[in-house]
T-cell receptor
Framework: DQQVKQNSPSLSVQEGRISILNCDYTNSMFDYFLWYKKYPAEGPTFLISISSIKDKNEDGRFTVFLNKSAKHLSLHIVPSQPGDSAVYFC????????????FGEGTQLTVNP | DAGVIQSPRHEVTEMGQEVTLRCKPISGHDYLFWYRQTMMRGLELLIYFNNNVPIDDSGMPEDRFSAKMPNASFSTLKIQPSEPRDSAVYFC?????????????FGNGTRLTVT
């Protein structure tokens, strides 16, 4: 049972435009959400996170939005840059149930110059 | 800090052989995680440790897999005997507190190929 799903395997955008990556989850007990970025031949690196008590968190060009009623979160990158081309994973955790982080399948973002 | 260090980067072995993957976490991190990435299942948690003690090994696929953390600076993941379906990228990660507010720091992974 895939509790965290990223339904778009890939996304292609033009440099300077907005990139929107989406993630859906099924377990309403998740209370913390994270986004990781992964370049080829490297491990994932942490990008941004959001607690379930918030609906938005912003860090520079990156903003994560959380819609708890829809069990949906999204990552916005504005403006997109070629260096943002990577695989993006969303992940979720139930903080009171230990440290098990559940990942989505990932979305390959390509930013074209 | 050098980050999480994994070795080897690549491992090619024949079915039936023993494979040992190694990990050095970031100094001071109390949590260590082993993840496996495959096309079919994505990134899945195999096991994690807190202060060198295994806490959750429910993701370990079967008895052929075992993990140890003899001290705070070293962990191993062993597969014996290995099978072709074990071919994947294995990541080790560490974190300070094991909470959502304490993100995982991943190593660069070990790509395992079992022929």
């Amino acid at each position: 049972d895939q509790q965290v799903k990223q339904n778009s395997p890939s996304l292609s955008v033009q440099e300077g435009r907005i990139s929107i990556l989406n993630c859906d989850y099924t377990n309403s007990m998740f209370d913390y959400f994270l986004w990781y970025k992964k370049y080829p031949a490297e491990g994932p690196t942490f990008l941004i996170s959001i607690s379930s008590i918030k609906d938005k968190n912003e860090d520079g060009r990156f903003t994560v939005f959380l819609n708890k009623s829809a069990k949906h979160l999204s990552l916005h990158i504005v403006p997109s840059q070629p260096g943002d081309s990577a695989v993006y994973f969303c992940a979720a955790i139930i903080e009171t149930s230990g440290s098990r982080l559940t990942f989505g399948e990932g979305t390959q973002l390509t930013v074209n110059p | 800090d050098a980050g999480v260090i994994q070795s080897p980067r690549h491992e090619v072995t024949e079915m039936g052989q023993e494979v040992t993957l190694r990990c050095k976490p970031i100094s001071g991190h109390d949590y260590l995680f082993w993840y496996r990435q495959t096309m079919m299942r994505g990134l899945e948690l195999l096991i994690y440790f807190n202060n060198n003690v295994p806490i959750d090994d429910s993701g370990m696929p079967e008895d052929r897999f075992s993990a140890k953390m003899p001290n705070a600076s070293f962990s191993t993941l062993k597969i014996q005997p290995s099978e072709p379906r074990d071919s994947a990228v294995y990541f080790c990660a560490s974190s300070l507190e094991g909470t959502g507010n304490s993100p995982l720091h991943f190593g660069n992974g070990t790509r395992l190929t079992v022929t």
